[in-house]
């Protein structure tokens, strides 16, 4: 990857940026390093309010999101303003296709034991010990679980992960297509 | 010159295409349809049939919610003929039910139907007449809403199944009377008494077939009519109708029953299902490997095929004796293994409601979220309760929740009670014990919310219909109960379902098994009352909320 002289003279910020950015392209291309540290390092991580870069509304309706795709700049922190506009629970929540496999399961759990209906959330049955040393507490930063007509916040920092998605996982939904893509660049 | 002559060509070809079958996307369309004899191939065998158009199955009727339709139905037939437009909500004179809704079209005659669309997805139509709809007579409906819908897909088949038979309907019906086990293939033999005797013992064998005996049924009664062969969208297993789809797509599949008989027990090996609709109404999405679907019901549902590769459509008839078979495929002449069909149930004591002595361990229905493994819409100890194939999730009328109820939910005013009674030896069929000729209508009046109480008092399954107004079928949902056209209740099983009492006139109320409904499980329901501008461009959807 050629980067222009005439780009790089004078910001010494950006070349180190760019540099850094080649290096890890060429790092990938070579296949001897693993990008993956883990999970959290390609889905991103929690942001700080005062990097936020831009705000975005996230509409959930039954069961479909909208926007369905949004793009994103790597190291990017954006707000998300999560609001439900359907009838229906729903779920925004940032992670990969494997993660989003794992979540439906684990909400399927909560079907089952009542903590989750077709429209509201028993949070106060949440906290319940499942006798595993397991709560089905739902605080994960990267997700936002809302019935009809509430709102929640996301801020979240993009790392480079590839094949990122939006998704719902309670049961059905995914399937129904209730998923929208991060491009990131 | 020649800009005129093109102009007067394309003015030309749009109007013999408005005249053809093509949708036209305006809001108030006009479609043309002709009642014709047709040849029908299934691949096994070929016989004389009814169509429209020119084929069986008739053509997929594409309409727009909020479109205002204008159906000219022409009888190239030399007898009586109609067109029912199943599911659909509309003033009870366009409802297409001989001696009920209209005398019905004559031979050489052009009937218009007008009415306005209310509602959305997939529905079909079929004739009311004799037995032209096991002889051929059926199409299909797709409505499109208005604003987007509830889930994504790329592409959309339908996906509608039959029971085509070498013989035609009146010949079945005339065979039945006769003798009623007629096309019953499986009864049970000799070879079967004593591999039973070698199982269970010499005394528990012969008091069970005592007890069968004294019914007057065989245990093997699953299906009434066998040596059929399913079609998909007018073709047989060997012809495999095929649908096209890219890789990762989405497609929604549109899964009609127009049998005239058979329940099939759906899958597509290596492809979950996800439901979003039933019975044209969307519910809350569920996803399964397999279901049941019951004659004249229908089921919308999402799969995404992610490998290049091509998959089964699969259906097996209820009592396995045949399958139907399409395949779904990223290109043309592709096909995928065909499952072999599982062992052939047979019916079971419970499903005549008589349980012999099996006790029950705990009640788990008392306990809330806990998911009982069977199924309640089947007796317990059935031998007709389907499992999934490959050991998943098979669909139950417990997982279909409305996704937006059509009514808010309240009291039924009152509550009606129908048994679904017979006499298998006769091939007569009932409700309450009494033919639709020798029984009074139903009486309801608007505005009232009835409670139905089917009560299942024979060895089969019945898909029972409600013309003109929905059945929101208790599953236990409260509220998210789902609303239905087409309620199956089996064997030994009593199962409920409300209307709301808002569409004047009479209507008609059957089971839909073409023959049961022939020989006098039907009733005409008279709705009295309502709104006295009961014209052809009002119709109201629901109770106002």
Redesign the interface.
Known sequence: MKIKRSFLSGVAGVTLTATLAVSTAIAFAAGNQDGHHGDKAATGEPGKASEVSRTIEIKM????YEPEDISVKKGETIRFKVVNAG??VHEFNIGTAATHSAHQEEMMLMV???VLE?DKVNRNMMKMGMGNGMTMDHSDPNSALLAPNETAEIIWKFADGEELEFACNV???Y????MGEFSIE | MRKSLMRVFSLGLMASMSTALLPVLTFAGTYNLTVDKVLIDTGDFTKEGIGYNGKSPGPILRFNEGEEVTINVTNNLEETTSIHWHGLILPYQMDGVPKISYPGIEPGETFTYKFPIVQTGTYWFHSHSGFQEPDGAYGSIVIDPKKRKPFRFDRDYVVQFTDKHPHSGKRIMRNLKMASDYYNRQQQTLGDFLSDVNKNGFEATVSDRLDWGSMRMMATDVEDVQGFTPLINGKGPEQNWTGIFNPKERVLLRLINSSAMTYFDVRIPGLKMTVVASDGNYVQPVTVDELRIGVAETYDVLVRPKDDKAYTIFGASMGQTAYARGTLAPRDGMSADIPEMSIRPLLTMADMGMDHGTMEGMDHSSMRGMGSKEDKFYAKGSGIAPTAANGGKFLSYVDLKAQKPLYKEREATREIELRLTGNMERYIWSINGVKYEDADPIKLQYGERVRFKFVNETMMTHPMHLHGMWSILDVGAGKWNPAKHTISVAPGTTVYSETEVDATGQWAFHCHLSYHADAGMFRKVVVEGGPKTASLTTTGKGVPQ
């Open positions: 309706f039954d069961a479909y009838e229906l089952e034991h009542g077709a049961p059905g939904h399937d129904a297509g209730m």
